[in-house]
């Protein structure tokens, strides 16, 4: 079945760093792609996206691009704050015009920055 | 601030207690959905409402009993909970009736911590 598979945390970087969360899918037909991150003691909050293959999702200051060749989509930002903190998860869903409620997460990898 | 807001914030119930939990959000959206978030994983998805009507249950127990009296409020009914259902429970909504499109993310509130004793 479809599934996400996301580097294991936590990850602890010092302010501004560069940043890389890797996150790699397995999915028939053609998913979209989703990075949620939650702050604590919040819910979770739509990052950035990508429905098709080469897109590029950005969103203060981080990227992913879906790489069908590679099934990959991996979470950069070039100069991480402390207010980045968080729990970054990747999440594999329907192509467009699928049922919303199969979102499939991966086990999210908590960033800690220290100023 | 979240547009989908949820009530109580925390809650602490015992096995024999009857409780519920609430969420609401006035964004029009047409898709409501239950989650259950256990420490250090990811959300696990219980239910889905898609235009008022149960359309995902993912083998919940009767436990939970999940209600939408109408589009803009979903509510969780929890009777005789087990101490492992303490978890974050959290609610989101879409726009687009549960059907995926570029447009249609997930919302989520920011979700009730329920402990049972």
């Known amino acids: 079945g479809d599934s996400v598979t996301q580097m294991e945390g936590p990850v602890t970087l010092s302010e501004e760093a560069f940043l890389t969360i890797n996150c790699t899918y397995t999915?028939?037909?053609?998913?979209?792609l989703f990075w949620y991150v939650q702050y604590p003691g919040e819910g979770l909050q739509l990052l950035l996206k990508?429905?098709?293959?080469?897109d590029k999702g950005s969103n203060k200051g981080f990227e992913a691009t879906y790489r069908k060749e590679t099934t990959s989509f991996h979470l950069e930002k070039g100069s991480v704050q402390v207010s980045d903190s968080a729990v970054y998860f990747c999440?594999?869903?329907?192509?467009?015009?699928?049922?919303?409620?199969?979102?499939?997460f991966g086990k999210g990898t908590k960033l800690s920055v220290k100023p | 601030d979240t547009e989908v807001t949820q009530t109580p914030k925390h809650l602490v119930m015992g096995m024999t207690n009857k409780k519920s939990l609430k969420c609401e959000q006035h964004?029009?959206?047409?898709?409501m959905y239950w989650y259950k978030q256990k420490a250090k994983k990811p959300p696990e998805l219980m239910f889905v409402?898609?235009?008022?009507?149960?359309?995902i249950n993912e083998s919940v127990p009767s436990r939970f009993s999940p209600e939408c009296p109408n589009s803009s409020l979903l509510n969780l009914h929890l009777h005789a909970l087990q101490p492992e259902d303490s978890a974050l429970y959290l609610c989101?909504?879409?726009?687009?009736?549960?059907?995926?499109?570029?447009?249609?993310?997930?919302?989520f509130g920011n979700g009730t911590r329920l402990t049972v004793t």
């Open positions: 989101a909504s879409s726009p687009s009736g549960g059907v995926s499109s570029y447009n249609s993310p997930l919302h």
């Open positions: 999915a028939t037909g053609y998913p979209s």
């Open positions: 990508a429905t098709k293959a080469d």
């Open positions: 999440a594999l869903g329907p192509p467009e015009g699928g049922s919303q409620g199969n979102l499939i």
């Open positions: 964004m029009g959206h047409r898709a």
């Open positions: 409402y898609s235009y008022e009507k149960l359309s």
